[in-house]
């Protein structure tokens, strides 16, 4: 992963509790007990929001924005990197990649950090928004309120949508091209990523020159776990192909009843108004749209989606 997670979990001991707000936390699995890393910033009896990256299997540090916004409206919140990820521990064992798995494993980390309905929000983005959902359907009686962002809830829409609307603008040659390495199982090479990075990337995922895009976000991605990403997302970044393929939690929204907010953006690689509709589907949903934002609205379209998410937490608090 590139990363020396191992520091922690030395300093950290059986109490898993260490300096700067970092709390470890033991998670039991099938495959053995392992260790997750969290970090706590401010103090809110009223707001505590655990952030839950996408990927699956990239890192917290992409969340970082959140650093200029929630401190100052005294927002109490959660770096978290998900087993497999960034600093928590990274088992070699295929099993362990399964929704079902990580919904328990927020359920632990939550009860780790004594958060509880008097005062816990889930923030999921991307493939966080399948883990919010799927945790909040689970165990929404420990939640105080829900946010999806940039995540459709149902995968077939999302892949019709990337071939029904993103992909015919494209340059049909660089695309011909994209599915050519995906087809031949070359997506490691260099090649398929700049391609994906000229045609797709810095128009739907992050809307910035590629040498511009905030070095979080550059380091989030380069450390995403493959062993993880690729067996639920698929190989391909045009659409999902491996276990989510057939995920479609639409159906079930209703029975979310606790306040909800879904974020959407207007060049996204998530259709805005499927976005809509889900949030007309939750009990108590409403819907927050970024005008100029894509896939990563929290950089391009920051001051409009923390305005909403702020307004939203300070509301339901």
């Not at 509790?17 to 997750?36: A, D, K, R, W, Y």
């Not at 996408?54 to 916004?69: I, K, Q, W």
């Amino acid at each position: 992963m590139g990363v020396d997670y191992q520091e922690y979990f030395n300093r950290a001991g059986t109490k898993g509790v260490l300096g700067g707000g970092v709390h470890v936390v033991p998670v039991t699995t099938p495959m053995g007990e392992f260790q997750v890393w969290t970090k706590r910033t401010g103090n809110n009896p009223d707001v505590a929001l655990l952030l839950l990256h996408g990927g699956p299997g990239a890192t917290h540090e992409y969340f970082l924005a959140a650093d200029s916004y929630l401190p100052a409206a005294g927002i109490e919140f959660y770096y978290y990197d998900q087993l497999g990820s960034g600093y928590s521990s990274a088992p070699d064992e295929p099993s362990l990649w399964t929704i079902e798995r990580f919904v328990e494993e927020v359920e632990q980390v939550r009860v780790s950090l004594g958060l509880g309905p008097e005062s816990f929000f889930v923030l999921g983005h991307s493939w966080g928004g399948v883990l919010a959902i799927e945790y909040a359907l689970k165990y929404q009686q420990h939640l105080k309120g829900i946010i999806i962002s940039n995540m459709m809830s149902n995968i077939t829409a999302y892949n019709r949508y990337a071939n029904d609307v993103l992909m015919p603008p494209m340059d049909q040659a660089a695309l011909a091209e994209i599915k050519a390495f995906e087809a031949n199982g070359d997506t490691d090479n260099p090649r398929y990523e700049d391609l994906l990075m000229e045609h797709h990337y810095v128009h739907h995922v992050l809307r910035l020159p590629a040498e511009q895009w905030p070095e979080p976000v550059v380091r989030s991605f380069a450390r995403i776990n493959k062993k993880i990403y690729v067996p639920l997302q698929g190989p391909s970044e045009l659409g999902a192909s491996g276990v989510l393929l057939d995920w479609d939690r639409t159906p079930d929204l209703h029975d979310i009843k606790i306040p909800a907010l879904v974020i959407g953006a207007e060049h996204d690689t998530m259709d805005p108004n499927y976005l809509r509709y889900m949030a007309s589907l939750l009990g108590a949903g409403e819907y927050w749209h970024c005008p100029d934002g894509s896939h990563m609205a929290m950089y391009d379209d920051q001051e409009t989606y923390f305005e909403g998410l702020i307004s939203f937490l300070r509301r339901h608090a």
